[in-house]
């Protein structure tokens, strides 16, 4: 038996009726029950029966000890897709797509993502690092501890480094972590052609992220109307070469062949994924690239979900993201949870998995992220409901009561 210890570091979650570890390739997850979890300096190093991890860890010797009888212990959420720095409003383009204009004919018309383009060159990098900061705060009350951010919104190298910067701001005061994402090829600006803005991300825009050093991966909307198959192959290769890790938009409107560049560029993630097909999953799932929908995107269009079932009955994982952006409003992994049990019919632990573990292999962390497993870092969330399946069955209100980041609580 471990000797009690007096730490000041130990924090120790309790009494909880079901408590999350992590994934189970049977299950979705695996769950215990009566549980509790004990960690140190911020990493977990005990999880179990309630009764055991307290006789090594007891709640009198912890700095911080919650109680969550009646209530579930998850991972702390994670977040592998979000456009969540941006200025502006776009409500009356939801007000269109309500009377029957289309996402596509919205852009073309010099709405959608040009327009946020706009309002984003005119605004500061302190007033874009101030509202990704309210964002982060909004996530992290609904249980959100890991968060990737996607630039896109300048499409010019100025803008697009001033929205790394902002990103980097915002995560560097926020508990948050904020994983900072290069997407220069998210559309073309006006006055160029895609094969010319194609070269500018290349040769301009790739060069300068490198040298400023703030992102982590490089991502590109390959779609119909925007970026060719081998355009994205390009950029994704170049950034590569940069040291950015590729991801990449695929398959939300038509499959052009997203898939094939996932997987050969090596991409931690293909996402979206409305129209992938049987071979288009297969591509993915044999070069090991995580696939992560978006139920928030499809649900805010009015449009079909990506059909998620067919990855889970072969066996294979699921992660599930926000797709926060002017256009998809949302930023409850909570509600993104129900509605990839609504409209996906993923079971409510498959969904847990694709919030949780699942969306941490998307962000290629193999650290522990997503789970509560002894050795990973101490991401919590307590909730308010008293069973892992009423995340995905309640969508009323907010069930977050805890949240806690390298064992230490951030919101309560």
């Known amino acids: ?9 130990l924090t ?4 909880a009726e079901e408590l999350v570890v992590g994934p189970d390739d ?7 029950e009566d549980a509790a979890f004990a960690a140190l300096d911020g990493e977990v190093v005990a999880v179990g029966p309630a009764d055991e991890v307290l006789s090594d860890y ?14 579930t212990v998850l991972p702390g959420f994670v977040d592998p897709h979000t456009h969540a720095v941006f200025a502006g409003d776009r409500s009356d383009e939801f007000v269109a797509k309500l009377r029957g204009t289309t996402y596509e004919e919205i852009l073309a018309d010099g709405g959608g993502i040009l327009r946020t383009v706009d309002a984003v060159r005119e605004a500061s990098t302190e007033e874009l690092a101030a509202n990704l900061a309210a964002h982060l705060d909004v996530m992290l009350e609904h249980g959100t501890t890991t968060v990737e951010v996607k630039t896109g919104y300048g499409l010019d190298t100025e803008t697009e480094l001033r929205m790394l910067d902002a990103i980097e701001t915002a995560g560097d005061g926020h508990p948050v972590d904020v994983i900072p994402t290069f997407m220069g090829a998210h559309a073309v600006p006006r006055g160029m052609d895609t094969e010319e803005y ?9 060069p300068a992220v ?9 991502d590109v909307f390959c779609e119909r109307g925007v970026f060719t198959a081998e355009q994205s192959r390009r950029i994704l290769e170049a950034g590569r070469e940069y040291g950015l890790t590729p991801k990449i938009h695929a398959d939300e409107f038509a499959a052009i062949g997203g898939t094939d560049v996932a997987a050969d560029v090596g991409a931690a993630s293909a996402d979206h994924l409305l129209q992938t097909d049987d071979d288009g999953r297969e591509t993915l799932v044999g070069a090991d690239v995580t696939p992560v929908v978006l139920p928030g995107t499809a649900f805010g269009l009015g449009a079909e979900y990506a059909d998620a079932r067919s990855f889970l009955d072969a066996g294979h994982e699921v992660a599930l993201a926000t797709d926060f952006n002017p256009n998809c409003f949302a ?6 949870a129900t509605l990839g049990s609504v409209g996906m019919r993923m079971t409510p632990q498959e969904a847990i998995r694709g919030i949780t573990s699942a969306a941490a292999n998307a962000l290629d962390r193999d650290d522990g992220t997503g789970t509560l497993r002894s050795g990973s870092r101490a991401d919590a969330v307590v909730l308010d409901i008293p069973s892992a399946r009423h995340l995905s069955y309640r969508f009323d209100t907010n069930p977050v009561s805890t949240v806690l980041k390298s064992g230490v609580v951030v919101h309560e």
């Open 1 to 9: 038996m471990t000797e009690p210890t007096t730490d000041s570091d």
């Open 12 to 15: 120790v979650v309790y009494g």
């Open 26 to 32: 049977e299950t979705g997850v695996v769950i215990r």
């Open 58 to 71: 007891p709640v009198e010797d912890a700095a911080t000890a919650i109680d969550a009888t009646g209530k």
């Open 198 to 206: 194609t070269e500018a991300v290349v040769s301009e825009q790739l």
């Open 210 to 218: 490198a040298e400023q050093g703030i992102a982590e991966f490089c």
């Open 331 to 336: 930023r409850s992994m909570g509600f993104v």
